[in-house]
């Protein structure tokens, strides 16, 4: 086994080979080791998230490096046939690539028996192993913004389904009708580690394979006014560019492939909430910039924080003033609430007291856009119920950030390097700090995608295998430009992370805005954790 470091709270185990991870993942779940929050799988790599105060980095190496790896994992007896449509767009190139026909890419891809290894990057993908062995194909240069829900696609040894629209790095080789993720059935995730997975063309196959169709599954958070119980409501009179709703995410679902989510800026989510008396944990509502404009149906008492942007209140008599950010704000019956452009920051948070009623999906209110779980974005005339409030007390004013970043203005990020930092020459390494990136317009819940004069180049050019990305991974693709993945990120990915923002520093990361720039301060070297040196 091989230690390397990931972030204060991550480290990343690297194993042989795929049975060495599935054996030792068994044997973590089975005998868990107390401190240890997430187990993200991959397919040479475990990702072992931790709390610091429950057990040391060194601590958890020396108990991980004492497992036995003997062993095998049993599979399933379950087999899933999925209908394929072979008409993917990289078809032709993959055919090229293995020096066959797309008519032999497609009889190799048919008729091997593949198994789930894992699952990660989003609900419901899953990994798949054990096709021909001809496959060995390398990912995108640069990844799409947007791959197609039901793409069937390759990477490395790899085959997968992407459960719906997601951006990814995969060769795209056809497509499926077939639901990988649906939350109306009993498991969401159809394909679950050990099952066994066969593909049917659709144009040759003798046999009618039925489609496990989709089924339409909306959260609907609009309560009819007259079931609720305090009369208080917020209308949503225009929702900006997006707002959505966030908590603190819903941690603990690595296994079905679902990330955590959550607010962006999670201090200024806690802060929103505290200011109306509520628990900090409550659902408020995203927005990012400017353009959210909320009426408030009976008194309400809201707080916005955040971004720094104009609070304009306007009464039902036209009457028009300024409401300070990071403060209570009294609503009556008809006022209107109106958040303007910000001039500094990218998103704001609104709480109101009492909190907002709506339903949770797998534990939590988050919306996580990448994976689509969580309810809808705001729809304009939506309607915003509100819990009462029992026993609240409306906290004074709060200190606002000191700076927040603006366009075209710049901002210093912690990183501690690692997991791969090895992958890329020293000048690459020096390069990440030396250089300023700026954000570029594709960046969104996501990921901050950067553009910088120089690309970083690596020492290691060979295919790196599918392994767990945290929160603040700077991941480096083919092209050299970097990723800074945020909330919505995906829990696996194929392209070596170089380094991870400091975790306190995730806040600031999430209000930087389209067009500013980045420097990269780094505070930890990288350096592979040694067992001996830990015991």
Not at 72 to 86: A, C, F, K, N, T
Not at 174 to 190: F, H, I, Q
Not at 482 to 510: E, Q, R, S
């Amino acid at each position: 086994m091989r230690f390397l470091p990931v972030n204060r709270q991550s480290i990343m185990v690297e194993l042989a080979d795929l049975q060495q991870t599935l054996v030792l993942l068994a044997s973590l779940q089975a005998s868990p080791i107390a401190g240890v929050q997430e187990l993200v799988p991959a397919a040479r790599t475990i990702l072992v998230q931790f709390a610091p105060h429950l057990i040391t980095a060194a601590e958890l190496v020396r108990e991980i490096a004492g497992r036995d790896l003997q062993g095998s994992v049993q599979r399933s007896d379950v087999l899933v046939e999925i209908p394929v449509r072979y008409d993917g767009e990289d078809l032709a190139e993959v055919a090229q690539i293995l020096n066959i026909s797309a008519e032999e890419v497609v009889r190799r891809h048919t008729q091997s028996e593949w198994s789930v290894a894992f699952t990660g990057f989003a609900p419901g993908f899953a990994y798949l192993t054990g096709g021909d062995p001809i496959f060995n194909v390398p990912r995108r240069a640069t990844p799409r913004t947007k791959v197609p829900a039901g793409a069937v696609a390759l990477a490395g040894t790899f085959s997968a389904v992407y459960p719906q629209a997601s951006p990814g790095g995969w060769q795209i080789i056809g497509v499926t009708d077939t639901a990988m993720w649906d939350l109306s059935r009993d498991l969401p995730a159809l394909l679950q580690p050990g099952y066994r997975v066969r593909f049917v063309d659709i144009a040759s196959a003798d046999a009618n394979i039925e489609s496990n169709q989709p089924h339409v599954h909306e959260l609907n958070t609009q309560i009819a006014i007259e079931n609720i119980v305090n009369g208080t409501v917020l209308k949503v009179r225009s929702t900006g560019l997006m707002t959505v709703f966030q908590d603190l995410g819903r941690h603990g679902q690595a296994g079905q492939g679902v990330s955590a989510s959550g607010a962006m800026d999670q201090a200024a989510l806690k802060t929103a909430n505290r200011l109306v008396g509520n628990a900090s944990n409550l659902p408020a509502l995203e927005t990012v910039g400017g353009g959210l404009t909320l009426q408030s149906m009976g008194d309400n008492v809201v707080a916005v924080t955040g971004a720094e942007a104009a609070i304009t209140i306007t009464a039902s008599n036209g009457q028009r003033w300024n409401a300070p950010r990071y403060s209570a704000i009294a609503l009556a019956d008809g006022d209107t609430l109106s958040i303007g452009q910000p001039s500094a920051g990218a998103r704001c948070y609104v709480a109101v007291r009492g909190g907002y009623q709506v339903a949770p999906v797998l534990g939590s209110a988050s919306t996580d856009t990448l994976a689509n779980v969580g309810p809808q974005a705001l729809q304009v005339g939506q309607l915003l119920p509100v819990h009462a409030a029992l026993h609240a007390v409306v906290s004074d004013a709060a200190l606002p950030p000191a700076a927040l970043p603006a366009a075209e203005g710049e901002v210093v990020l912690d990183v501690e390097l690692g997991p791969r930092t090895d992958w890329f020459t020293p000048e690459a390494v020096a390069l990440l700090a030396s250089q300023r990136w700026q954000v570029t317009p594709q960046s969104n819940r996501v990921g901050l995608r950067l553009a910088g004069e120089v690309a970083l180049s690596r020492a290691i050019t060979s295919e790196l295998p599918s392994e767990g990305t945290p929160l603040g991974a700077i991941q480096v693709p083919a092209s050299g430009q970097p990723v800074l993945f945020l909330a919505d990120h995906p829990l696996t990915g194929g392209y070596p992370v170089i380094g991870c923002v400091a975790p306190h520093h995730l806040d600031l990361a999430g209000q930087i805005p389209v067009g500013a720039w980045i420097r990269f301060n780094p505070v930890r070297e990288f350096a592979e954790l040694n067992p001996a040196a830990a015991s």
